[in-house]
């Protein structure tokens, strides 16, 4: 245990200022778990430190270095290092539900210790170290003022979603205050009867895109990052309010790429995607649609890049005068961005659908040429085809195109298990096809298909009950899959059917259900379809209770 007394000395190497003190004092908070308040307006102290009803008087060394990070925490560990410490993890740690109040008011130390959090998804102290659990996190902003902290955009990128909110407004108003704080808790149960999380997310992830939703996704980030004269994410100097546009032909009023400072960082596509399907699953839709990435996007961006100033003040400028008052120039500024991409997107997307029938190798040879020629015309002004479709058509389909169409030929005629691995292998080697990606998994959707013909389906059913202690120590190779799909938190939903393995990864077919046999009692029904001399199939057929 750490006693208070010892904090005292810490704090008494601290130098005379104030940012310091504010990074010593969320350290300890962090180590101690107890509430510490400082004051550092003083005459005669560099700090006045409260801890619970102890008070101290601080005054700094001269000879403590600011260079040093762990200046705080190292006379700490000189205290402590021959002593055993016994690290009991906050129950923030665990949580899958974190909230964090005023975090523009986090110092960048701490701001630091966060970014390390969400990026690693585990914590450290001493020598131990925790693997966090999956987990959603929460946060709040204060308004602009002198108590708060500038934050980087790399951090702020970790935050998917940001919504502005205002004060209550009048009818609403009329609710606070009244809640009786001696009643029943709030509750998730309260409002969603009957409603399992797990379900929900599965649900989700079940929900298909349509083709031009996904492209459109690949049009907002690239319209963010391209530019006709520089790289926008290695170049800092050079930007849209110094200069960069002045002359360029896309320098023009419809266009987004003269109004947009940092590009967006590939995490915000693996967002967007995910947030589509979250968003068509509550509208009851089956299909996530442009129309649903046009709406959430602005909110998943806003914060997350920077625009020019004159774009945004022209903007403002704008509905002021038309009576309409932004609070929110960064999100407004965003939409007006959005806006724009999905018009241009609209004409667009014809060109984008047939790139992806050439990136299939589904147009014929004679398709192929008449598609480079148009694409090339003059009155296909978009940033996206002349800076990045139409040179990797040039350069990397016309010499190797009519191979392309003979790969997929081949494959679509063989039959042949043996025959589909030799040409996955010879594909592999092929550096010169850019769509040997692609090739390769069509060569895995007929392997599945073949394999699928060739082997019976085997059906097992093996006690719920100490399942996973009985595959752990039996049968490791199950083991994994089963830890792979859920984590350290086996709880299958019953009558969903878990694909554990398809033929196109590891040679068989496993699914895996979760039954009720009455009285309280579950079982887990097995359908397996490869090899039969598997430890897999081993394993279930030793334990198969059906």
């Not at 700090?47 to 270095?65: D, G, Q």
Request: aromatic share 10%; with cysteine; proline share 3%.
């Amino acid at each position: 245990m750490f006693i208070v007394t010892d904090l005292v000395i810490i704090l008494n190497i601290m130098r005379r200022e104030t940012n310091i003190i504010y990074e010593a004092i969320a350290n300890l908070e962090e180590i101690t778990g107890l509430t510490i308040n400082a004051k550092t307006k003083h005459t005669q102290y560099d700090a006045i430190i409260t801890i619970e009803k102890h008070t101290f008087y601080v005054e700094s060394k001269t000879s403590a270095r600011k260079s040093n990070v762990g200046l705080i925490l190292s006379r700490f560990q000189e205290l402590n290092a021959n002593k055993k410490v016994d690290v009991i993890w906050n129950d923030f740690v665990d949580s899958p539900w974190k909230i964090i109040d005023e975090l523009n008011r986090l110092s960048p130390y701490a701001q630091n210790i966060l970014l390390s959090l969400l990026a690693e998804s585990s914590v450290k102290y001493h020598n131990e170290s925790k693997r966090l659990p999956n987990f959603s996190l929460y946060a709040t902003m204060n308004p602009k003022d002198e108590g708060n902290f500038i934050m980087s955009l790399p951090f702020l990128d970790r935050f998917a979603l940001a919504l502005p909110i205002t004060m209550p407004d009048y009818e609403s108003l009329s609710t606070i205050g009244k809640k009786d704080k001696s009643s029943k808790q709030d509750d998730l149960a309260n409002y969603l009867n009957a409603f399992d999380l797990k379900i929900a997310q599965e649900e989700v992830k079940d929900i298909r895109y349509s083709e031009e939703a996904e492209l459109f996704i690949n049009v907002i980030i690239s319209s963010y990052r391209l530019c006709d004269r520089i790289s926008k994410e290695s170049n800092d100097s050079i930007t849209v309010e110094k200069g960069l546009c002045n002359g360029c032909h896309f320098n023009a009023p419809e266009k987004v790429c003269n109004k947009i400072i940092h590009p967006l960082s590939v995490r915000v596509k693996e967002d967007l995607y995910r947030y589509g399907k979250a968003l068509a699953w509550y509208l009851g839709d089956t299909e996530v649609q442009p129309n649903h990435i046009k709406v959430l996007a602005p909110y998943m961006i806003w914060h997350r890049s920077s625009l020019s100033k004159s774009f945004k003040n022209e903007l403002k400028e704008g509905r002021f005068e038309s009576g309409i008052f932004s609070l929110n120039i960064e999100l407004d500024s965003t939409k007006e961005l959005i806006e724009k991409i999905s018009f241009e997107f609209e004409g667009l997307l014809p060109l984008l659908k047939k790139f992806e029938r050439v990136k299939k190798g589904k147009l014929l040879l004679e398709e192929f040429h008449d598609f480079v020629k148009t694409i090339k015309q003059s009155n296909n002004n978009f940033l996206i085809t002349i800076k990045e479709i139409v040179p990797i058509l040039e350069q990397a389909y016309v010499p190797v195109y009519n191979e392309i169409i003979g790969y997929n030929k081949k494959i679509e005629g063989s039959q042949n298990l043996e025959e589909l691995g030799k040409l996955k292998q010879e594909l592999s080697d092929r550096y010169d096809i850019p769509n040997r990606q692609f090739l390769a998994d069509l060569i895995e959707k007929e392997r599945r298909k073949i394999g699928s013909q060739s082997f019976s389906e085997i059906k097992f059913k093996i006690s719920f009950d100490n399942f996973i202690e009985l595959v752990s120590k039996e049968c490791f190779d199950l083991y994994k899959l089963v830890n792979s799909r859920f984590n350290s938190d086996f709880n299958p939903s019953i009558r969903r059917v878990e694909v554990l393995s398809d033929i196109s990864e590891s040679e068989y077919n496993l699914t895996m259900e979760k039954v009720s046999e009455g009285g309280g009692n579950y079982s887990l029904r097995f359908l397996y379809r490869g090899n039969y001399d598997n430890p897999i199939c081993n394993f279930l057929k030793q334990n198969n209770v059906g």
